[in-house]
Every structure is written in structure tokens, then in C-alpha cells.
């Protein structure tokens, strides 16, 4: 990549991580639009941190509050909202985790998955499915209420996300919704989940990065993690905001438009 390539791509990343219009969609379309090559595994780990960054700076009051609860629970036996609210983000992402160990042994996205016409199909259903959720949401809840069976379908859904054009952050809100979430509450139990869904994936294209002999330009790497934490800030503080005057309506359409033009172009 170049410089101009990085950056584009880190803002991209950043916005599109958080937004339910699926970040795998909007990525591969400077490769089918100029011809960009992928970024590469290296740039991902960088980007993945910039977003790490961006959703723990803005939720660092509400992390640090489950964290200090969670540990008084395991210690101590103080039970609490906080601490219910952490082990809620913990055994959400057991789903997601065995599923995505499971996809990745037999690389399953990369031989399978990986292609414009999957991308362009998961894009357009889960907008639809997300309309439907968002017609018939009762919104009666916030995520301080979130029961064992929430935790399980939220965190099933979130398995979902593994397939490109899904989208992690629209699939974990459909299903907030459907489970009486508000759309402020499923946005911010996403954003929650998405902590250690991160750290995870993360993690693991960090140890490939690790055990394999790529070369690492980390001044462009540094370049990426700033710009995909701003982006990724940014995008959060705003998305709640305009859920809250607009609801989910204008990323459905944006979703079924790219859907569309992504299969125009393989076409």
C-alpha cells in the first residue's frame, strides 16, 4: 500500500466497525473499484487496535465500573448490575470465539466465504432482517436487564458475524432488538461485546502476523491504528446520537444500496 491507500483504508475501517453496515463489504471496494491488492494481515492487527482503542476510550467509565464489579463478584461474592453486566459480555462471546477457532482451523471464511456474491447476499438479507427487528421492537429495556436467554442469542448472533457482509455490530443489534433491547441499549451492549470480540480476532492475526515472516513497515502501521481510532471515535459518539432522531432506517437503505452496487460490480 501506499500512504493514501492506508489512510483511506484505516478511515473505513474506523467508521465501519461500529456501524451495522458491515465493514467487510466497504473493504473490498477499493480493490474491486481501482484495483487495490488487500491490506494485508499486518494492517489489520494495526486497525483492529485503533478500533480496541476507540470503543474503550469512550466506554472507559462503564469498562472500568464491570471490571471493578466483575472482580468483586468473583472474589468477593458482591453481586451487582456491573458485575451482571460483565459476565453478560463474557459468556456472549463464547459463541463467537468456538465458532470463529472452529473457522479458522479449517479456514473456512478465506476458501469459502471470502467472495463479492456472499459479501453482496449477507449485505442485503441482514439489512432486511434488521428492518424487521427494528418494526417489531418493543424497546422496553436497556442492557442493565440482560437475561441468560438474551445472552445466548445475542451472543449466537454475534457467531454469525463471521461471515463477511454480516456485519458484527448490525447483527448483535437485530438481535437486541428482537429481545425487547432498546436501540440505544443494543447499541451499547454491542459496542460492549465487541471488546473482546476484537481482542480475539485481534489476537489471532496478531499471532500469524507473529509466527510468519511478513515485513512490517510500522510507521505506516502507526499511521493506520491513529486514523482507525479517530474514525472509530468518532463514528461511536455520533452513531448514538443519531439512532437516537433517525433509528436504524438510513443504514438499512445504505446497506441495501451498497448490497446492490456490489452486485453490479460482479456483475
Do not use: E, W
Given at each position: 500500500m501506499d500512504w493514501i491507500q492506508?489512510?483511506?483504508?484505516?478511515?473505513?475501517?474506523?467508521?465501519t466497525e461500529f456501524l451495522p453496515i458491515s465493514s467487510s463489504a466497504h473493504?473490498?471496494?477499493p480493490s474491486q473499484l481501482l484495483g487495490w491488492a488487500e491490506q494485508g494481515l499486518a494492517f489489520d492487527v494495526a486497525v483492529?487496535?485503533?478500533?480496541l482503542a476507540?470503543?474503550?476510550i469512550y466506554f472507559r467509565k462503564e469498562v472500568a465500573e464491570m471490571t471493578s464489579a466483575w472482580f468483586a463478584w468473583v472474589l468477593k461474592g458482591e453481586k451487582s448490575v456491573n458485575g451482571r453486566l460483565a459476565w453478560a459480555v463474557i459468556w456472549g462471546t463464547f459463541p463467537v470465539g468456538l465458532v470463529g477457532l472452529i473457522f479458522a482451523l479449517l479456514d473456512i471464511?478465506?476458501?469459502?466465504l471470502r467472495s463479492t456474491s456472499v459479501i453482496a447476499?449477507?449485505?442485503?438479507i441482514f439489512a432486511l432482517v434488521l428492518w424487521w427487528a427494528d418494526s417489531i421492537a418493543k424497546e422496553a429495556r436497556d442492557e442493565h436487564t440482560i437475561r441468560v436467554k438474551d445472552i445466548i442469542f445475542i451472543g449466537c448472533a454475534q457467531a454469525l458475524a463471521l461471515v463477511?457482509?454480516?456485519?458484527?455490530?448490525?447483527?448483535?443489534?437485530?438481535a437486541g432488538l428482537l429481545m425487547g433491547l432498546s436501540r440505544t441499549a443494543a447499541a451499547r451492549?454491542?459496542?460492549l461485546l465487541s471488546i473482546p470480540a476484537i481482542i480475539l480476532s485481534g489476537g489471532l492475526e496478531a499471532f500469524q502476523l507473529a509466527t510468519g515472516d511478513t515485513p512490517v513497515d510500522w510507521a505506516m502501521l502507526g499511521l493506520g491504528t491513529v486514523i482507525s481510532g479517530i474514525a472509530a471515535l468518532t463514528c461511536i459518539h455520533y452513531f448514538l446520537i443519531l439512532l437516537d432522531k433517525l433509528g436504524f432506517k438510513p443504514f438499512i437503505f445504505y446497506r441495501l444500496a451498497l448490497g446492490i452496487v456490489l452486485i453490479g460490480l460482479m456483475l
Open positions: 492506508a489512510v483511506l483504508l484505516a478511515i473505513l475501517q474506523g467508521l473493504l473490498i471496494l483492529h487496535v485503533g478500533s476507540a470503543v474503550l471464511v478465506d476458501n469459502y447476499a449477507t449485505t442485503i463477511p457482509g454480516t456485519s458484527r455490530s448490525g447483527i448483535t443489534m437485530t451492549f454491542s459496542f
